[in-house]
């Protein structure tokens, strides 16, 4: 991966217009979960479509989304994430999840890393259930295992689970509604197993927002 341009989020704002060069969209649903795409829009294609699809209406969702073409420049790294909506989500959610995407065009590949093992072992379970990943493994390439405490997606009381999703699998799902809801209702099953297990506060079920 290249090295980021900014080091943080205000040196990207100064340089770069709300609405016109990123888009930033939340909803705070209350949950005691959220699912991030801070490399949203154009920086990693389908990762907005995808949060959105497993955040459904009741799950909190954020979204930092590049609007222009070739929008790598807007990548900023989730150890350095720190636009101050999304922290604040963060820091007021029981666990996360974020959803990234690797450039692997040929597998249909997750790698799932965290700092939460029980919820990481809950998104593997369930997502090998649905038949559309090729692996057996939380983490076949060794790579994105994002365990640093600074990592955006550890920043909740109970840590959370980064995935980040082959371009190959990006594709499929943004190209068939019907493997985003199987893909998403996955997620969505590991977060209720999560909150079941944990006594978490009850969570109202909704279908993915696709």
Not at 24 to 53: M, N, Q
Not at 110 to 120: E, F, Q
Not at 188 to 194: A, G, Q, V, W
Request: hydrophobic content about 35%; glycine content about 6%; proline content about 4%.
């Amino acid at each position: 991966m290249s090295v980021d341009k900014y080091k943080n989020f205000q040196e990207l704002s100064q340089k770069h217009k709300d609405d016109v060069d990123y888009r930033i969209e939340s909803g705070d649903r209350a949950s005691p979960f959220s699912v991030l795409a801070i490399h949203g829009g154009k920086i990693e294609p389908a990762t907005s479509e995808i949060t959105r699809a497993i955040a459904g209406d009741d799950f909190n969702y954020y979204l930092f989304e590049g609007l222009q073409q070739h929008a790598w420049h807007l990548h900023l790294t989730s150890n350095n994430f720190d636009e101050p909506v999304a922290s604040d989500l963060a820091g007021k959610s029981r666990a996360c999840i974020s959803i990234h995407g690797f450039k692997e065009r040929h597998k249909r590949q997750v790698c799932i890393g965290g700092l939460n093992v029980k919820l990481k072992s809950l998104i593997l379970e369930n997502l090998l259930q649905t038949g559309l990943i090729e692996q057996k493994t939380a983490n076949p390439l060794d790579k994105f295992h994002a365990e640093d405490k600074a990592n955006i997606v550890n920043r909740c009381a109970e840590s959370g689970v980064q995935i980040e999703i082959s371009r190959a699998l990006r594709d499929l799902l943004l190209a068939h509604p019907d493997k985003m809801r199987i893909f998403a209702s996955a997620i969505r099953k590991s977060l209720l197993d999560y909150a079941a297990q944990t006594c978490a506060p009850p969570l109202r079920p909704s279908k993915p927002g696709i």
